[in-house]
């Protein structure tokens, strides 16, 4: 039956979740938005987080979003700030970047707190692209969180053009900058970004999440931890993976899915995903 709801939810025949627009006062004085959706008691809640730049509304989020709150989940889908007090849109390539993934995590802790006075059960976090990312790192920076479980869909790291060698020597400069308290902007090829504009600060803070770190803390991160890919993502480096497969979190992929899990591959995200949160 679910199917069914969410087909007509896809092809715009069905009355939309209601979502409520929600804000977040934060302790640097910026506002945070959020799409909420309270759910039945005795299920578990999902903060769900969009890929770098983007919002809530991208199109994979906000599919997730509409087909679990249908499902009876208590969701949140915040929007992070970027440093942009009540931030309705995505940010442009170009313009100058003062967001760290630093800041990202304290801005997650802050709604998981939000989200942990309205609902008392478990919580799972599921990201897009480097929305999972930037979960790993919150993960990672709070280790002590009441997360039952941790979705990523189709993390990938903020891959620049140069080969790790040239991340390296990239990172090592962007720290040099920062030693000497140089915030002058810098312009570089990053994740989706042909022309990245970024402070020092903004840029290595995701540049320093590269595969080897994903991969550790696949590793040594508690909670445990789901990858969803698709067999034709081309925007994964090469192996990717191969590699996440040697992890002790359990993978799934999706054949023949893109990096977005658009079309017919979004009913087996979405059978995935309620099989994932079936056991918390």
């Given at each position: 039956m679910w199917r069914f709801c969410v087909l007509l939810l896809f092809m715009g025949m069905s009355v939309s979740a209601s979502a409520t627009?929600?804000?977040?006062?934060?302790?640097?004085?910026?506002?945070?938005?959020?799409?909420?959706a309270p759910g039945r008691p005795g299920k578990p809640a999902v903060l769900l987080l969009h890929g770098y730049l983007q919002t809530h509304d991208f199109p994979t989020i906000h599919r997730m979003f509409e087909a679990l709150a249908g499902e009876g989940y208590t969701v949140l889908a915040p929007n992070l700030t970027l440093n942009v007090t009540h931030r309705?849109?995505?940010?442009?390539?170009?313009?100058?970047?003062?967001h760290t993934i630093q800041g990202d995590s304290r801005e997650i802790s802050a709604w998981l707190?939000?989200?942990?006075?309205?609902h008392r059960g478990p919580v799972a976090l599921i990201g897009h692209s480097m929305g999972s990312v930037g979960l790993l790192a919150?993960?990672?920076a709070y280790p002590r969180g009441r997360v039952g479980k941790f979705?990523?869909?189709s993390i990938v790291e903020g891959r620049l053009k140069h080969d790790e060698s040239g991340r390296q020597d990239k990172l090592a400069e962007m720290r040099d900058r920062m030693a000497q308290n140089n915030r002058q902007?810098?312009?570089?090829?990053?994740?989706?970004?042909?022309?990245?504009?970024?402070?020092?600060?903004?840029?290595?803070?995701?540049?320093?999440?590269?595969?080897?770190?994903?991969?550790?803390?696949?590793h040594k991160l508690a909670v445990p931890i789901v990858f969803i890919m698709g067999s034709r993502d081309d925007r994964l480096g090469p192996g990717w993976t191969d590699r996440l497969l040697k992890t002790p979190a359990r993978v799934h992929v999706v054949q023949g899915a893109n990096h977005f899990m658009d079309g017919e591959h979004e009913?087996?995200?979405?059978?995935?995903v309620l099989k994932?949160?079936?056991?918390?």
């Open positions: 627009p929600v804000t977040l006062p934060l302790d640097n004085g910026l506002t945070a938005r959020a799409n909420f309705r849109q995505s940010l442009a390539c170009e313009a100058i970047h003062t707190h939000w989200l942990g006075a309205r919150y993960l990672e979705i990523g869909i902007p810098v312009t570089e090829q990053f994740s989706f970004c042909q022309k990245l504009t970024a402070t020092p600060e903004s840029l290595a803070s995701y540049m320093q999440w590269s595969p080897e770190h994903i991969l550790k803390a696949a009913f087996e995200l979405l059978d995935l994932e949160l079936a056991d918390l």
